[in-house]
């Protein structure tokens, strides 16, 4: 029986403008009156390969709507896809409109409020972006164990560049490869995943990339790469990762292989066969930037 009205859904595919490329999300309009176990059990539902995203009333000034995210087994704490794919159900449904060419939304998430950025073109939503934390860096624990954890050859991975971790929100853990066949080649442990990091539950997933346009130290680079999350997750691979890749873009600045003025393009998705890119940038005020497009799949009701 309906104990509230009827509750807007969407599915999206984030960091594409095609309909089955990019990453999937599930995004729930003005979901406060579901408990947080509701969400959690309607998360798998919705989307079971990656996250869903719950938009709620703000709880003060502050920000101008709050922010929370599910995978099908678990909440985390931040998730750059369904945030871009939030931004574009929102001006679907009519909810934000583009009066003027540009404009900024404050969201609440659980790692504080963020800014979110949105660019119109005749009055239609063309661009979103996430401002993420500021960039955090760490040495992995064991850093030796990262081509046995990805199923390669020593040699495949990269001894010119660090494997190191990064967070601009979560933390993960960064592998830079020799070539795009040992990218396509990876057998992922992801049980050993967590060995990576000393406090292993915060580690949010590996990131092996490989470097594929641009010079290294210029103004922009260009990468392939594939995310694995350890499985409490409850995703094995994720096809296009927003905050992920925004960390990415702030290790290659950290390691001096991108300017610090400069941008990444980064994409991910291929061996899924869901492909999908994103931009990211660092502000002036040192934060990270998140920028992506996404394409509503379908809309429905939810009516328990």
């Not at 963020?114 to 850093?143: C, N, T």
């Not at 290790?251 to 393009?265: D, I, N, Q, R, V």
Request: charged share 15%; aromatic share 6%; proline share 6%.
């Amino acid at each position: 029986m309906t104990t509230h009205d009827p509750i807007e859904i969407w599915r999206m595919n984030a960091f594409t403008d095609r309909p089955f490329s990019g990453n999937p999300a599930g995004v729930v309009l003005q979901a406060d009156a579901l408990s947080e176990r509701q969400m959690q059990e309607l998360a798998p539902q919705l989307n079971n390969v990656s996250e869903t995203v719950y938009v709620l009333a703000p709880r003060d000034a502050s920000a101008d709507l709050q922010l929370r995210y599910f995978t099908p087994t678990t909440e985390v704490d931040l998730c750059g896809h369904a945030t871009i794919a939030a931004l574009f159900a929102l001006a679907a449904s009519g909810r934000i409109s583009g009066h003027q060419n540009t404009a900024t939304i404050r969201a609440r998430t659980r790692v504080g409020v963020l800014e979110l950025g949105l660019e119109f073109i005749d009055g239609e939503l063309a661009w979103a972006s996430m401002r993420q934390p500021v960039p955090a860096h760490r040495l992995p624990s064991a850093p030796q164990q990262a081509a046995g954890i990805l199923g390669l050859k020593p040699a495949a991975i990269r001894t010119d560049l660090p494997i190191a971790c990064t967070s601009t929100g979560i933390w993960s853990c960064y592998v830079p490869l020799m070539s795009l066949d040992a990218l396509a080649s990876i057998a992922v442990d992801h049980q050993r995943i967590a060995s990576l990091w000393p406090e292993n539950a915060a580690l949010a997933g590996i990131y092996p990339f490989v470097i594929t346009g641009g010079e290294l130290r210029s103004s922009r680079l260009r990468t392939q790469g594939r995310f694995f999350c350890p499985p409490q997750y409850g995703i094995l691979e994720d096809p296009v990762t927003g905050t992920a890749s925004g960390a990415l873009a702030a290790y290659l600045m950290h390691h001096g292989l991108l300017s610090a003025t400069g941008e990444l393009e980064a994409h991910q998705g291929l061996e899924m066969g869901s492909p999908g890119s994103l931009y990211a940038r660092r502000t002036d005020s040192g934060a990270m930037e998140i920028r992506g497009r996404a394409v509503a799949i379908y809309r429905g009701q939810l009516t328990f």
